[in-house]
C-alpha cells in the first residue's frame, strides 16, 4: 500500500493543530511520529490535537477539513472521522457516500458494533478503542468486502457536546520490539493458539480438553494468557478459568453493547479462523469490561480453540468501558 506522507508532514499537521487551537506546548508536538513508527501516543495526541482544532476553527471548517482525500488530516491509513452522538457520519475521507447516514448501530464483519462503542467512550472524555476494519487502497474503503477486514486500534474524543472525532492504525502500523507483523502480545497469542490447534489434532479431543483446562499446562503462558475450546454449538468444552461452565452452551451470551460474543467467535472459526473483536470482563480490571481482541482457529469439524489479549495489554493504560457492567 502507498504511504502518503513522511515524518516531516505529520510533524507539520500537529504543529498547525497546535498552533490553531491556540496551544504551544512541545508535548503535543512531540507526539507526531511517522506512520511505520506509530505510537499509543502519538494515536492519541493527533486527535487530541484535531479535536483542539475543531473547537478552534468552528464545526463547519473543521468537518471540512476532516473530509478531504488530501487534507492536513488524511496521511493514508491515517486520517480523521466525525460523528455527531447520534450516530450520524459527519465527514470521513473515504466514505463521501455515507456521510449524513446514521451509523449507530453499523457493526463489523465479525458482529462488533463499532460506532455505538466509539460513541459511548467518546462521550465519557475518550480513550482507545479496537475493531476490524478494511484498510484503504486506492483511496477507497469497501466495507463489502470481508476478506479486507483487519484489526484496528483506535482513539476516540469529544469536539463538544453533539460531536466527536475518531481515527486509528492498523496493527502493521503500529511500532513495535518484536520484527513480526503484530504487536508482541498479539504474536504470543496468535501462537498459543496455532499450537493449541495442532495439539488437539494430535493428540485428540480428551487430552487436549484435559490440557487446556489445566491451570499450570502448556496452554497458560507467565502472563496469564489461556486457550479456551468450545463446540460449534457454543458449548463450552475446555477453559482453565471457568471450569463450572464446562458443558454449558454459551451460544446466548451477550456483551454490554449487544454483541452476541461466543457465537460470533463460534461463526469465526467455523469460517476458517482469524480475528474478532468483543467485549468481555478484565480480571485484571476488577472484571470491569473491556474491548478484547481474540483468535480463532478450528481444530476439526466438531471443536475449535481461541485466545485472546484486552485492549490494555496494547495500550499500556487502563481501556475499561466507563460504568458498563
Same mark, same amino acid.
Given at each position: 500500500?502507498?504511504?502518503?506522507?513522511?515524518?516531516?508532514?505529520?510533524c507539520?499537521?500537529?504543529?498547525?493543530?497546535?498552533?490553531m487551537?491556540?496551544?504551544?506546548g512541545?508535548?503535543?508536538?512531540?507526539?507526531?511520529?511517522?506512520?511505520?513508527?506509530?505510537?499509543? $501516543?502519538?494515536?492519541?495526541?493527533? &486527535?487530541?490535537?484535531?479535536? =483542539? %482544532?475543531? *473547537? #478552534?476553527? /468552528?464545526?463547519?471548517?473543521a468537518?471540512a477539513?476532516?473530509?478531504?482525500?488530501?487534507?492536513?488530516?488524511?496521511?493514508?491509513?491515517?486520517?480523521?472521522?466525525?460523528?455527531?452522538?447520534?450516530?450520524?457520519?459527519?465527514?470521513?475521507?473515504y466514505?463521501?457516500?455515507?456521510?449524513?447516514?446514521?451509523?449507530?448501530?453499523?457493526? $463489523?464483519?465479525?458482529?462488533?458494533? &463499532?460506532?455505538?462503542?466509539? =460513541? %459511548?467512550t *467518546? #462521550?465519557? /472524555?475518550?480513550?482507545?478503542?479496537?475493531?476490524?476494519?478494511?484498510?484503504?487502497?486506492?483511496?477507497?474503503?469497501?466495507?463489502?468486502?470481508?476478506?479486507?477486514?483487519?484489526?484496528?486500534?483506535g482513539?476516540?474524543?469529544?469536539?463538544?457536546e453533539?460531536?466527536?472525532?475518531?481515527?486509528?492504525?492498523?496493527?502493521t502500523?503500529?511500532?513495535?520490539?518484536?520484527?513480526?507483523?503484530?504487536?508482541?502480545?498479539?504474536?504470543?497469542?496468535?501462537?498459543?493458539?496455532?499450537?493449541?490447534?495442532?495439539?488437539?489434532?494430535?493428540?485428540?479431543?480428551?487430552?487436549?480438553?484435559a490440557?487446556?483446562?489445566?491451570?499450570?499446562?502448556?496452554?497458560?503462558?507467565?502472563?496469564?494468557?489461556?486457550?479456551?475450546?468450545?463446540?460449534?454449538?457454543?458449548?463450552?468444552?475446555?477453559?482453565?478459568?471457568?471450569?463450572?461452565?464446562?458443558?454449558?452452551?454459551?451460544?446466548?451470551?451477550?456483551?454490554?453493547?449487544?454483541?452476541?460474543?461466543?457465537?460470533?467467535?463460534?461463526?469465526?472459526?467455523?469460517?476458517?479462523?482469524?480475528?474478532?473483536v468483543?467485549?468481555?470482563?478484565?480480571?485484571?480490571?476488577?472484571?470491569?469490561?473491556?474491548?478484547?481482541?481474540?483468535?480463532?482457529?478450528?481444530?476439526?469439524?466438531?471443536w475449535?480453540?481461541?485466545?485472546?489479549?484486552?485492549?490494555?495489554e496494547?495500550?499500556?493504560?487502563?481501556?475499561?468501558?466507563?460504568?458498563?457492567?
Amino acid at each position: 500500500m502507498q504511504r502518503w506522507y513522511s515524518y516531516g508532514a505529520l510533524c507539520l499537521l500537529v504543529v498547525s493543530a497546535v498552533l490553531m487551537a491556540g496551544c504551544t506546548g512541545t508535548e503535543q508536538v512531540q507526539a507526531a511520529v511517522p506512520q511505520e513508527n506509530m505510537t499509543m $501516543d502519538g494515536l492519541a495526541g493527533f &486527535v487530541r490535537n484535531a479535536s =483542539a %482544532y475543531a *473547537a #478552534s476553527t /468552528g464545526e463547519e471548517a473543521a468537518l471540512a477539513e476532516f473530509s478531504k482525500e488530501d487534507g492536513q488530516f488524511t496521511h493514508g491509513d491515517i486520517y480523521l472521522y466525525a460523528y455527531d452522538f447520534n450516530g450520524t457520519l459527519l465527514a470521513h475521507p473515504y466514505e463521501e457516500g455515507l456521510v449524513g447516514t446514521d451509523r449507530m448501530n453499523w457493526i $463489523d464483519v465479525r458482529g462488533l458494533p &463499532v460506532i455505538r462503542i466509539g =460513541a %459511548y467512550t *467518546a #462521550s465519557n /472524555g475518550g480513550g482507545f478503542v479496537a475493531y476490524l476494519y478494511p484498510a484503504p487502497e486506492g483511496g477507497t474503503i469497501d466495507e463489502k468486502a470481508p476478506d479486507t477486514y483487519v484489526p484496528k486500534i483506535g482513539y476516540v474524543a469529544p469536539v463538544g457536546e453533539t460531536w466527536w472525532i475518531g481515527s486509528g492504525m492498523y496493527f502493521t502500523d503500529m511500532a513495535s520490539n518484536n520484527p513480526g507483523r503484530y504487536p508482541e502480545a498479539v504474536s504470543a497469542m496468535i501462537d498459543l493458539v496455532e499450537r493449541g490447534a495442532e495439539y488437539g489434532r494430535e493428540k485428540g479431543s480428551e487430552t487436549a480438553f484435559a490440557e487446556i483446562s489445566n491451570r499450570s499446562g502448556a496452554f497458560v503462558d507467565a502472563e496469564g494468557h489461556y486457550i479456551y475450546a468450545y463446540d460449534y454449538n457454543g458449548t463450552l468444552l475446555a477453559h482453565p478459568y471457568l471450569q463450572e461452565k464446562i458443558g454449558s452452551s454459551l451460544i446466548e451470551r451477550r456483551g454490554p453493547f449487544g454483541m452476541e460474543n461466543i457465537r460470533s467467535l463460534t461463526e469465526t472459526a467455523r469460517d476458517g479462523g482469524g480475528f474478532i473483536v468483543f467485549v468481555w470482563p478484565n480480571p485484571a480490571q476488577e472484571n470491569r469490561e473491556e474491548l478484547k481482541i481474540g483468535y480463532v482457529l478450528p481444530v476439526d469439524e466438531t471443536w475449535w480453540v481461541g485466545s485472546g489479549v484486552y485492549l490494555s495489554e496494547i495500550t499500556g493504560t487502563d481501556a475499561s468501558l466507563p460504568t458498563v457492567r
